[in-house]
């Protein structure tokens, strides 16, 4: 299967403006920014989206999500606050089949999400 761009930025063959990586996550600015700060982490593993996650991926999930928390603190939302996105499917929006969460932030952020 060939890789996606979230795949072939992990592996240092697209450029992207990276805010941290390690072992098993990589997190970078998205290209085209829904607020101030818009930042992708996604797993250097290839899974496609939430509803395909395995228990196996659980320690993967939980690390993503202790370092997302560090890149927005990182990004200076720690006191405003901010919003984790995953979009799973084509109701939701899905356009990269990789997972990625979305941290948003640096604006009011509307609810319900449209
Ligand atoms: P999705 O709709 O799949 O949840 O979100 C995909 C996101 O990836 C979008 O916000 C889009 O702007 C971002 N994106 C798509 N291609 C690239 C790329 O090549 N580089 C970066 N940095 N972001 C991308």
Redesign the pocket.
């Given at each position: 299967m060939s890789k996606t761009?979230f795949q072939k930025?992990a592996d240092g063959e697209?450029p992207?403006r990276i805010v941290y990586q390690d072992e098993l996550v990589v997190a970078?600015?998205?290209?085209?920014p829904q607020a101030p700060v818009h930042v992708?982490i996604v797993p250097r593993k290839p899974i496609r989206n939430l509803a395909s996650v395995t228990p196996e991926d659980a320690p993967i999930l939980g690390h993503l999500m202790v370092k997302a928390a560090e890149v927005a603190q990182q990004l200076g939302l720690g006191a405003t606050g901010w919003r984790m996105v995953f979009?799973s499917g084509p109701d939701a929006?899905?356009?990269?089949p990789h997972l990625?969460g979305?941290i948003l932030g640096g604006r009011h952020l509307g609810w319900p999400p449209g």
């Amino acid at each position: 299967m060939s890789k996606t761009v979230f795949q072939k930025i992990a592996d240092g063959e697209l450029p992207a403006r990276i805010v941290y990586q390690d072992e098993l996550v990589v997190a970078f600015h998205d290209i085209n920014p829904q607020a101030p700060v818009h930042v992708l982490i996604v797993p250097r593993k290839p899974i496609r989206n939430l509803a395909s996650v395995t228990p196996e991926d659980a320690p993967i999930l939980g690390h993503l999500m202790v370092k997302a928390a560090e890149v927005a603190q990182q990004l200076g939302l720690g006191a405003t606050g901010w919003r984790m996105v995953f979009n799973s499917g084509p109701d939701a929006g899905e356009a990269v089949p990789h997972l990625h969460g979305h941290i948003l932030g640096g604006r009011h952020l509307g609810w319900p999400p449209g």
